[in-house]
């Protein structure tokens, strides 16, 4: 998972080692006052037709992760790699292959798509940049693209303010799928939609993930969504990780902050529960020392506030950053 | 404080670069100054070379800039030299004279502008869709685009000579002597009254459309129905809450206002013979008279600077974001 | 497409009503003037058959040098206008799309000049250039470029930030094609600004010219109010040369104003931007 | 018991340019003093048009269009300008969806409680400062925060001040319009927590509104699901999980995402277009069970079991026979 000495090269995608995106914050001094420590020395790799769940609070630095992959933030130190090269280094052929095999899904349905546009002109567009222009073949890439997504062909005249929320996010992933992207890095695709509709979305997830086995990192603030979508889930807290593991492990998660994201979200556990976990996430200007959480975990230990727990491989492939499983 | 520090440093290095420009644009002017002297004044070849000494054309170019810097930055009040028309009067002494008409109808009109635009702004708002708004936005768009001296003239001719209620022209009708006494002042604001509303009829309406368009953004904003859930008389919904949010960017425009007005300002004078520094920067300007010129711009510079950071100041003080950002 | 919103627009029918008719009287000003703008005739007439609006102090027809005065004033009003605007949103766009470190030093730039006042520099300019109409018109597009580079580039960075953009970017497309792509949505924004430019431009114009810097071998608003201005003709009770010019410049802005603010709700309209509730 | 607040047969309606936006079509619902009332509505179903209606907050474009609204027994729709000032915050408070600006950014945060205390009880600044401070202890913000501004504060500390502002002149009905949609989940449950304790201290009736039918089934006592503008069933919480009726409800039960389902499941088809709505059954076309008859009869909502209203004509016969 994290470095891996038999790096099997053809099965990664995308290494992320030892990312840090930070966000300088000008206040009052004449010189930068502080940073906003969006996310703070990641390393992950991304495999070939995975699903990777990526979960935390907002302010947690997990879109701004997702951001950083696809070259939307440019990353403070650290490096990501698509075959072994840096992004940021790619040049010409190179970068327009990783364009063409990495894709995003935003958050916000409504204003993910050009409003002047149809939905014909904003599916054709990714078409149009990678050197397709033969008008018949745009047509049928746009069609089948259309019906994969389950939406009529008729749909291609129509502009997106005719569309429902629901709607556009298909139209959205379409857009992702067009070009059979290898990974599609997908910011809440599904907490702008309505909650009787997010099946459909995951459902659709799922097919093309087998249909064109292109992996997904699944950035979502819902544990419970992630959790029976993905195959690996990485939990993430103020820009760190702190627990790795693999859904077939699920809900046993080790991690103090994984138990209380899950407990938030299951009703049948009492409220006092929840109540001991102090406060709210602080703000990634000012991190806490040691482990980021202990101003607010229960089990918080002296060692916590000093020391920052390493990720540890508690069992394969489950990795937890907490010095209670040290 | 620091960001204070911060501000200043920057602005002073601009306020320098600027006075440093001002000080080469005569030199690019077409007609140099030794051309000028020479045929305006049909002068002899050595009165000319004699000029050119006391002016101090004659030094390298390097010396003369620092000279100019020496006495204008670092001296207060800054010295120009001589102006060239009218010979031996310094420039400071010429600008001085007639910088407090300037400065009296510009203030006070700055403030009439602020207010009525900014107030009438607020109930247009208020009022949004009703006939009264209809009428001031008409009224204002019509203000906005008329250009200002020809705008003066239509209040001469309506109050001057029409009703016969204002004088069309001059600061204080020239039968008084200028003293100090109560008589004086009376036609001094009986003759600054048609230039200022010359004035404020173009300057407002930029405020009125600014204030009626945010507030109605404002309006939209969920606080504002906090405030009516919470039952909070709607007068003061739009005075306390709403105007508040709403004048802010009021108060920016304020700041860079400085020299829009100065154009209006130049024209009201130009209309009205009004004795104030614009009238005389005109006359400089078309006379060549360089050194007036550049004490003109000297002073719009550092007033355009010193209001800008007035702006920022209020606009602190006014929006707490800022303050604790 | 956005014409058929126009016209439901009440603001946008009168704007380009009076666009339309100024252009026509511009370009048919040859058959409509009633007599030669040059030839002085019996000065102070009042309004009579012969001279629609009467004479001026040295006896000109007042109506027909309104008509050959739009063409200029027009002219140089839309010209500078369009220069202005071609120069800001370029250079708005480039500090919107380019370094950090290349924005900064083009937003300083432009801050000097927004500095000093515009009245004072566009006299210092004239001089600087002479008279003439071609000068007026460099010499406006110099100062008022920065105003539109500012509005323009603080358009652009807020749609930068659109999700819509951002998938494009994603999609490996270069500067250039982002341009493309965000010309449509800042044309309403264009537009809106060509019309206020055109507003100042002839305000100004006519400002120069009425301070004597026009240029005197033409006629346009500006050069009446001036020989009305200087010859004192309201002094002797003739107010129709001083009224005219200025009540067209105002009237040619009222409606520019009106068809700006059209053109802007109509794209608010189009793009679904403004939420019923 | 005398319901505190009774609406019958409420409509209101958008007049937008792009046509009538039919928000609320004939609800009729009761709050019981001291009852929590769980609404359950996705987009489009006028839920907090309806809440909104309660306090007349309805702004141009939209307009109440008929009905009534009885609170503690007098109609608000009827009410004057001067009379409803009696009532709003007095009688019904609310807590907004949009904690990060439902409280004016200029204003220090004491104040704005100090406003609404003002309006309604003649006591000088001073009382009224200290009468802020233990409401805002009381719903666990910290006194020395009183003076800051609502940028300086969290999403969940600014929530926590809109409800002590919504309980400062103690209302006997609160309504809370998604309170806690715009927050983290553990912050969620903090809230929820808190409104639970108030409710229990204070006795007022909550009307809780939410697009999450977990949350409602978890806080309330009772459950009115919304629909397109109507409210499709109505029943104690218990009968709403136990054996919900509406294909609606059961369909928005199923669709969750439970650690025990195995399956996505979803409604099919989109959201109601609230300017054309289909005749009959609003429901009809994302309906597994729906016939022509569905399309041609408008169904009323009937009491087929004791508290269990429901708006489907087929569950209807099925429960006559």
């Not at chain 3, 801050?111 to 000093?116: A, E, G, K, P, S």
């Not at chain 3, 004239?126 to 007026?136: E, I, K, S, T």
């Not at chain 4, 006194?143 to 609502?150: L, T």
Request: overall charge positive; glycine content about 6%; charged content about 20%.
């Amino acid at each position: 998972m994290l470095q891996k000495i038999d790096v099997d090269y053809n099965n990664t995608i995308l290494d992320v080692v030892h990312l840090k995106v930070y966000f300088p914050v000008r206040k009052w001094g004449p010189f930068k006052r502080g940073y906003v420590k969006a996310v703070d020395d990641v390393s992950l790799s991304v495999e070939k037709n995975k699903i990777y769940g990526l979960i935390g609070e907002s302010g947690s630095g997990k879109t701004t992760l997702g951001r950083a992959i696809v070259m939307l933030e440019r990353p403070t130190d650290g490096k990501i790699l698509f075959m072994r090269k840096n992004l940021w280094e790619l040049k010409g052929h190179d970068l327009k292959y990783f364009r063409r095999s990495v894709q995003m899904i935003f958050q916000d349905p409504f204003a993910a798509l050009n409003p002047l546009w149809t939905v014909f002109k904003n599916l054709s567009l990714p078409l149009f940049i990678h050197d397709i222009t033969d008008k018949k073949e745009i047509q049928r890439l746009c069609i089948q693209a259309l019906t994969e997504v389950k939406l009529a062909p008729h749909y291609l005249e129509k502009f997106p303010h005719e569309l429902s929320g629901g709607e556009r996010q298909r139209i959205c992933i379409a857009r992702a799928l067009i070009l059979k992207p290898r990974l599609i890095v997908a910011d809440e695709p599904t907490s702008m939609i309505d909650a009787s509709l997010k099946g459909d979305i995951c459902k659709l997830l799922v097919e093309l993930k087998e249909k064109y086995n292109t992996s997904y990192l699944f950035i979502s603030h819902e544990i419970n969504v992630a959790q029976k979508l993905s195959e690996q889930m990485l939990i993430m807290y103020l820009g760190k990780i702190v627990e790795v593991l693999t859904t077939h492990q699920a809900g046993k998660y080790l991690h103090p902050y994984s138990k209380l994201l899950m407990y938030g979200m299951d009703y049948s556990i009492p409220d006092e529960v929840i109540l001991r976990f102090k406060g709210e996430i602080p703000s990634a200007l000012t991190p806490p020392s040691g482990c980021r959480f202990h101003t607010r975990c229960i089990y918080a230990t002296p060692i916590c506030t000093t020391q920052e727990p390493p990720l540890v491989e508690v069992e394969p492939g489950h990795f937890v950053a907490c010095f209670l499983y040290d | 404080m620091k960001y204070f520090l911060r501000r200043l440093s920057l602005v002073f290095f601009a306020w320098v670069f600027a006075l440093i420009i001002l000080f080469f644009l005569p030199r690019l002017m077409p007609v140099g100054p030794e051309a000028l002297l020479a045929d305006r004044f049909r002068l002899p070849e050595e009165a000319v070379l004699l000029m050119r000494k006391e002016f101090g054309l004659d030094l390298p170019i390097t010396t003369q800039l620092l000279r100019f810097l020496q006495n204008v930055v670092f001296k207060f009040p800054p010295d120009f030299g001589y102006s060239y028309i009218n010979y031996p009067v310094r420039v400071k002494d010429i600008i001085l004279s007639h910088l407090p008409w300037t400065v009296y109808l510009m203030m006070s009109s700055l403030m009439v502008t602020f207010l009525l635009g900014s107030v009438t702004g607020i109930i247009a708002a208020w009022k949004r869709g009703t006939k009264l708004e209809g009428i001031l936005s008409l009224l204002a768009i019509f203000c906005l685009s008329s250009p200002v001296f020809w705008l003066s003239y239509i209040l001469i001719i309506v109050f001057a000579f029409v009703f016969r209620v204002f004088p069309p022209a001059g600061a204080y009708s020239v039968t008084i002597t200028s003293t100090f006494s109560l008589q004086f002042i009376g036609s001094v604001l009986r003759h600054s009254v048609l230039p200022m509303l010359a004035i404020v009829l173009t300057q407002a309406p930029s405020y009125f459309l600014l204030v009626r368009d945010n507030m109605s953004l404002v309006f939209k904003e969920d606080y504002v129905i906090t405030a009516m859930a919470k039952g909070v008389k709607e007068r003061t919904i739009v005075f306390k809450h709403v105007a508040r949010n709403a004048l802010l960017p009021a108060v920016s425009l304020f700041g860079t206002q400085v020299g829009l007005m100065l154009g209006g300002q130049i024209m009201v004078e130009a209309v009205f013979s009004y004795p104030g520094v614009g009238k005389l920067i005109v006359d400089a300007i078309l006379g060549l008279d360089y050194p007036v010129v550049i004490g003109f711009f000297y002073i719009i510079i550092t007033l355009g600077i010193i209001m800008s950071i007035v702006t920022d100041f209020v606009y602190i003080i006014i929006d707490p974001r800022v303050r604790y950002g | 497409m956005i014409r058929k919103y126009i016209i439901k627009n009440k603001k946008g029918v009168f704007g380009i009503s009076v666009l339309f008719l100024f252009g026509l009287i511009a370009v048919l000003a040859p058959y409509l003037a009633t007599r030669n703008p040059w030839e002085s005739f019996k000065p102070n007439l009042g309004i009579s058959k012969e001279h629609l609006l009467g004479t001026d102090l040295l006896g000109r027809d007042v109506f027909s040098q309104l008509i050959w005065g739009s063409r200029i004033s027009l002219l140089v009003g839309v010209g500078s206008a369009a220069g202005i605007l071609i120069f800001g949103s370029l250079v708005g766009l480039a500090s919107a799309l380019s370094s950090p470190f290349m924005d900064e030093i083009l937003m300083r730039f432009t801050d000097i000049i927004l500095y000093i006042p515009k009245l004072p520099l566009l006299i210092f300019l004239a001089m600087m250039l002479g008279r003439g109409f071609l000068n007026v018109v460099l010499v406006m597009i110099f100062t008022m470029w920065p105003q539109t580079a500012r509005i323009i580039r603080s358009e652009v960075l807020s749609l930068k930030q659109r999700p819509f953009v951002e998938a494009v970017k994603v999609l490996g497309v270069g500067t250039f094609g982002l341009v493309k792509i965000l010309i449509p949505h800042i044309l309403p924004l264009l537009l809106a600004s060509l019309t206020n430019l055109t507003i100042w431009a002839v305000v100004y114009e006519a400002s120069l010219s009425f301070l004597g810097l026009g240029d005197p071998s033409v006629i346009t608003w500006g050069t009446m109010l001036y020989y009305a201005h200087v010859s004192g003709v309201i002094f002797i009770g003739n107010y129709i040369p001083i009224v005219a010019p200025g009540l067209c410049i105002t009237i040619f802005g009222v409606g520019m104003h009106y068809l700006a603010s059209a053109i802007q709700d109509v794209y608010a309209q189009r793009t679904r931007l403004w939420k019923p509730f | 018991m005398e319901a505190i607040l009774r609406i019958n047969d409420l409509y209101v309606s958008y007049f937008t340019n792009f046509g009538e936006v039919k928000a609320v079509n004939g609800v009729t619902l009761n709050l019981n003093p001291g009852e929590k009332l769980g609404v359950a509505g996705e987009s489009g179903s006028g839920k907090s048009t309806l809440a909104l209606a309660i306090m007349r907050l309805i702004r141009p474009p939209g307009r109440i269009i008929r009905g009534a609204i009885y609170i503690n027994g007098k109609d608000v729709t009827k009410m004057s300008e001067r009379e409803l000032r009696g009532v709003r915050w007095k009688q019904v408070a609310m807590v907004f969806q949009g904690a990060m600006n439902a409280l004016n950014p200029t204003h220090r945060v004491a104040f704005q409680i100090m406003e609404a205390i003002r309006i309604h009880e003649k006591i000088n600044k001073k009382e009224a400062f200290k009468k802020a401070i233990n409401l805002l202890s009381l719903v666990g913000v910290d006194p020395a925060r009183a003076k800051d501004y609502p940028f300086q504060l969290s999403g969940g500390m600014k929530q926590r001040v809109m409800i002590a502002m919504a309980i400062a002149l103690n209302p006997s009905v609160l309504i809370a319009d998604e309170p806690t949609t715009a927050l983290d989940v553990v912050t969620q449950r903090k809230i929820l927590a808190l409104l639970k304790e108030l409710h229990d201290r204070l006795k007022f009736s909550l009307l809780m509104i939410s697009h999450d039918i977990d949350l409602l089934l978890h806080f309330c006592d009772s459950i009115a699901v919304m629909y397109a503008g109507q409210i499709v069933e109505q029943s104690s919480t218990k009968n709403i999980v136990q054996h919900p009726m509406h294909p609606y409800t059961a369909g928005l039960l199923k669709a969750r995402f439970r650690s025990n389902f195995k399956e996505f499941w979803s409604i099919k088809g989109s959201p109601p277009d609230l300017i054309s709505l289909p005749p009959g059954c609003r429901f009809r076309p994302r309906c597994d069970m729906a016939s022509e008859e569905c399309a041609r009869e408008n169904p009323e909502l009937i009491e087929v079991k004791p508290y269990h209203f429901v708006r489907c004509l087929k569950v209807q016969d099925a429960a006559e026979n």
